[in-house]
Structure formats: structure tokens, C-alpha cells
């Protein structure tokens, strides 16, 4: 297309083609009836992961969203209870079951687009363009190329050569974008950056004789045990970096076998602690093998190499593009659940988002603003803070200790337990965790339940995180003592002006290892390009970069956002 054909203009622009996008998309085309174009790089391809969700969660979804097809459209499977084993320590056989009466759901991805592109289909105005945009930020609302601000909106160049001219910019394209800015270590209150964990998993969907231990009517959600493991140097590793088995059993197939995911996983780690996928498949093939169950030849299909960043900052709220799910880093610090998350948390923004458009002074930078202010008020903030402590804590830990936290955890009452899993306004029991006296008392509660050696690991490592990344933890619950209030406060946090590498590049390895264990490993740049970090600016950016961060600030401090949709 040339670059001389009138520009496509619209109210929002959405960058990415994963969940997030095509919901946000939905949202404000569909729901709301703003002109979008949504950004795809190739709109017939099937999402790659599989998504469960506790069934309690996903219907408080669907009512919020006001969209009944996600519960009779797109459910795959269906169990009414959740199996645990925690065997291997603390006296706990390995045979034990612990037993969550508690319903879980397959989502149907598959489904899941159809439905969101059904949606779009019906808004009069949105377009699907299958392209990219190729731009990076340099310095504050600056990009490298192909994105431009102005006091009206922004100026899109995208990589099929359409021009696009939006008032709003969403990016959907995921944790590692080349286009959010991470918020400064002050604004985070914390003395060192906490970069990202990730959630490694290696998982397939395959034909067995036999299912047992894995109840056909139950969803394993976690097997710690590592008795299949019988090597001294292989238990070692199994011990210090710990995985464990999620099971989904389909059903029995015709000739009495049964179809299974079957998924080894990560919670959560990095550096020397991150799992290779090899590890995972082998650990995978052991368990199985162990248990016998047996897998029937060439019936294993739809492969899934799961990476998800987990943790790190959170954006810059002071920047004009609005990030959504992975971009917003709405995942789940401590436990990887992302899908409720972002489906609840774009339901509000959308929202927000729509009410700016609606004003008649509207303004870009107020309206991204506000739009910060509903993903991430001070309240969720320090309820964050509270995850990201439990993902590091968790991350760090040996199988015994995982055993005999996870243990503890599931005494708790199921409204507790639940509200942590879920941990976002307006999910099912998040009251339980919102508020610093809250989040107080579940420590408390849990705390009495840990076996000694997991008690003791726990006040080791909170005075160790503490002394390292600073007074972010304790202020999470013991709020009032350093005079914070869970409220927004008007203004924006402080502009980063250098966003670290590991947040757009990941772990390149993980990434790399996938590529070679699909046998398409290219050794090229253009497979996962790596970018070389910014370290000078040049006079103009740098001009530009001090004028709109005062623009910003002077704008701010005359127009206090707006809270629109939140829960």
C-alpha cells in the first residue's frame, strides 16, 4: 500500500493480535461503538496456549463483560473438582490427595477468538489490517519510527504501508513490547529493579492407556512429588529447581484409552533457577512413565512451550500509549493466571477509555492518564506489591518447601485462597486481599499453618527482600505506618527515561531453545531480533523528551484524571 493514500483514522489504534487485543478491540468497537482498527500480523492464526480458569472466575467474567458466550461457546471441558499431590514431605505420603471442591474449566481458544471476532464484525466501525507496527520508545513518548505524537493524537506508519491517525494507541502485543516504558525505580518504591520471573512449561494433548493417579472426574492442578525420580545427581536438580505436573483428562476415547494435557511446568524462575523446555519434556516422560501411563504412539499433538514473563515494573503511567494484559504486566506475579486478569481489567479500561473519547475538551495525554489510573490505582498497587514478594519467595524455593506452602495455602477458606489466585478487582474473592489489613490476616492465617523449616524460609526471605529491594513488602500490609493511602492521588509517577533490556528482549534462550526443539531454529536476527539498549539520545529527542514530560506534568496537575468503569 502507499504511503501517499489518505490515512485510515480512527479513535483507538490496538497493536497486537493475541487476547488482549481482539478484547480490547471488541470492547470499544463492539460494546462501545468507537471507530478501532486492530493491528494483526496474521489474523487467521490460531492462539498457541492453553487457558484454564477456576469456573467461578469465568462466569464473574462473563456476566462483567456482559458476554454469555464465553460460558456456552467457549468452555472446552469441565471438571467439577481440582486434584492437588504434595506428597514427599513433612510426613505427607506420596499417594496423598488433596482434594479442592472447587469446578475448573478448559477455555476453548479457539472459540474464544471466534466469538471476539464475531463481535467485531458486528461494529460498524472496525478494521482488522494484517500488519505490525516497527516502532520503539527512545525517551519518553518518542519512538524510534512509524509512531508520532501530537497534542490531538498519533500518527501510525504500519508495516504493510497504511498510515493510520488514532486519538488513542492501545498496545496488546505482550510483556516484552518494544513500546511501553517501564516506570522509574522511585516510582515502584523500590531500591533495585526487580526484573521479571518466568513460567517455563512444556505441555501436549495425547491418546493413554490409564490415567491414575489423575482422577478422570478431577483438573490436577499441581503433582510436586519427585519419587519418579530416582537418579542422585537428577533429584538434586529436581529438588532445587521444582516443576510440577497440571493434568487435564478430555475423556475416554472409543477403544478405551484416554485423551489427557498433560503440561510440566515452572511456577516461576530465572537465571540458573529458569527450566529448559528439554528438562521439562524429560521430567514429563519420567512421571508418565513412572506412574504407568502409558502414552499410545503418535497420538501426541498440540505441543505448547509456555513463557510467561511474571513480575518486574509495571509501565510508566505518565506515557501516551496505553498497555493492556502482558504490555500492562496484568499476569499474575505469584502464579502466572493472566486470562481473568486481562479480560477484567480491559472490561474496566475499555470503559475509561470510552468515557475520555466521549469528553468534549478531550485530550490524549489526560485521557491515558485516567486510563493508568483505572489499570493500576494505588490500592491495586500495594496489593501487587504483596504478589510480586510471593512470586520472588516462591521462585526461590526448594520442592519440600513449595510442598509444605502449598499445603498450608489450601487450608485456608476457599474464598481466601481463591481471592489470592485471582488477586484483581472485581474477581471472586479479592476482597479478601484488597485492602493492607486483609492482606495482613492472610499472612497471619497461612503463616500458623507452615510446617517450621517453610515458616522460618519465609521470615528469612522477606528481611532478605526487604534489605534488598526495600520497604516495598511491608508496606503492602502495614500500609498506615509509612502514612500511604490506598487511594489514587491526582498526578502521574515519574517518567523512566531508559526502560531495561530484559523487559523487550526476555530470555532469549528459553526463546531459542523453543525455536530448536520445533526444528525451526533460524540463526538470525530477524527470529528474535536483539535490540541494543539506547544510551545516547540525540539533542532533538532529548529536547522533545524535556518538553512533553512538562507538557505532561502541567497538564496533570491542572486536570486530575478521571475514574471511569472501575469495579
Not at 498497555?323 to 504486566?329: E, L
Not at 532478605?464 to 516495598?472: D, H, N, Q, V, Y
Not at 525455536?515 to 544510551?535: H, R
Request: with cysteine; proline share 5%.
Amino acid at each position: 500500500m502507499s504511503s501517499d493514500a489518505e490515512p485510515l483514522n480512527v479513535d483507538v489504534a490496538v497493536i497486537g493480535g493475541g487476547p488482549a487485543g481482539y478484547t480490547m478491540a471488541a470492547l470499544l468497537a463492539e460494546k462501545h461503538g468507537h471507530s478501532v482498527v486492530l493491528v494483526d500480523p496474521d489474523p487467521e492464526a490460531a492462539w498457541p496456549n492453553n487457558y484454564g480458569s477456576w469456573l467461578e472466575e469465568w462466569e464473574t467474567v462473563s456476566k462483567r463483560m456482559a458476554y454469555p458466550e464465553l460460558l456456552s461457546e467457549c468452555v472446552a471441558k469441565r471438571w467439577d473438582v481440582t486434584d492437588c499431590f504434595f506428597g514427599g514431605s513433612f510426613g505427607t505420603e506420596f499417594e496423598e490427595r488433596t482434594r479442592l471442591d472447587r469446578a475448573y474449566v478448559q477455555v476453548n481458544r479457539a472459540e474464544l477468538k471466534r466469538v471476539l471476532k464475531s463481535k467485531l464484525a458486528k461494529a460498524s466501525e472496525c478494521t482488522v489490517v494484517q500488519a505490525s507496527l516497527r516502532a520503539r520508545c527512545v525517551a519518553p513518548n518518542v519512538f524510534d519510527a512509524n509512531l508520532a505524537h501530537d497534542a490531538g493524537g498519533s500518527d501510525l506508519t504500519l508495516s504493510s504501508g497504511q498510515r493510520v491517525r488514532a486519538k488513542l494507541v492501545v498496545d496488546a502485543t505482550g510483556f516484552e513490547s518494544k513500546m511501553v516504558a517501564r516506570e522509574s525505580l522511585a516510582a515502584a518504591g523500590l531500591w533495585k529493579d526487580s526484573t521479571p520471573g518466568y513460567q517455563i512449561a512444556y505441555g501436549f494433548t495425547c491418546d493413554t492407556r490409564g490415567h491414575d493417579p489423575y482422577a478422570a472426574e478431577a483438573m490436577t492442578l499441581f503433582d510436586y512429588r519427585t519419587d519418579h525420580i530416582t537418579d542422585a545427581e537428577w533429584q538434586k536438580d529436581a529438588v532445587d529447581r521444582p516443576t510440577f505436573m497440571y493434568a487435564m483428562p478430555q475423556g475416554q476415547n472409543a477403544d478405551g484409552s484416554w485423551r489427557i494435557f498433560f503440561e510440566e511446568t515452572s511456577l516461576v524462575g530465572r537465571g540458573k533457577r529458569r527450566l529448559e523446555f528439554s528438562e521439562l519434556k524429560r521430567r514429563a516422560e519420567r512421571r508418565l512413565e513412572h506412574l504407568g501411563i502409558e502414552v499410545v504412539p503418535g497420538s501426541i499433538s498440540e505441543k505448547e512451550y509456555c513463557y510467561i514473563p511474571m513480575g518486574g515494573l509495571l509501565p510508566d503511567a505518565s506515557q501516551r500509549v496505553i498497555a493492556v494484559g502482558g504490555a500492562a504486566a496484568t499476569v499474575h506475579p505469584s502464579t502466572g493466571y493472566q486470562l481473568c486478569r486481562m479480560l477484567t481489567s480491559s472490561t474496566d479500561l475499555a470503559a475509561t477509555v470510552s468515557a475520555e473519547l466521549a469528553r468534549p475538551n478531550f485530550s490524549p495525554d489526560t485521557a491515558s492518564a485516567a486510563a493508568y489510573q483505572t489499570l493500576w490505582p494505588r490500592k491495586s498497587r500495594l496489593q501487587r506489591d504483596f504478589q510480586v514478594f510471593g512470586g520472588e519467595f516462591l521462585g526461590m524455593q526448594p520442592v519440600d518447601n513449595l510442598r509444605g506452602f502449598f499445603a498450608a495455602f489450601f487450608m485456608q477458606e476457599m474464598d481466601v485462597w481463591g481471592g489470592f489466585l485471582a488477586g484483581w478487582p472485581g474477581l471472586p474473592g479479592n476482597e479478601n486481599h484488597e485492602s493492607w489489613y486483609k492482606r495482613l490476616q492472610f499472612g497471619l492465617g497461612i503463616f500458623v499453618r507452615f510446617p517450621p523449616q517453610v515458616a522460618f524460609a519465609l521470615m528469612y526471605y522477606a528481611v532478605a527482600f526487604s534489605l534488598e529491594f526495600g520497604p516495598a513488602l511491608l508496606r503492602s500490609f502495614a500500609s498506615p505506618l509509612f502514612g500511604e493511602d490506598e487511594e489514587e492521588t491526582a498526578g502521574v509517577k515519574e517518567t523512566r527515561l531508559r526502560r531495561r533490556q530484559v523487559y523487550v528482549d526476555g530470555d532469549l534462550d528459553a526463546k531459542f531453545e523453543v525455536k530448536q526443539m520445533l526444528g525451526e531454529f533460524e540463526s538470525s536476527d530477524a527470529v528474535f531480533p536483539k535490540d541494543t539498549a539506547v544510551t545516547e539520545q540525540s539533542e532533538l529527542a532529548s529536547t522533545v523528551a524535556d518538553k512533553a514530560k512538562a507538557d505532561d506534568a502541567d497538564e496533570l496537575e491542572t486536570q486530575a484524571p478521571t475514574k471511569v468503569g472501575a469495579s
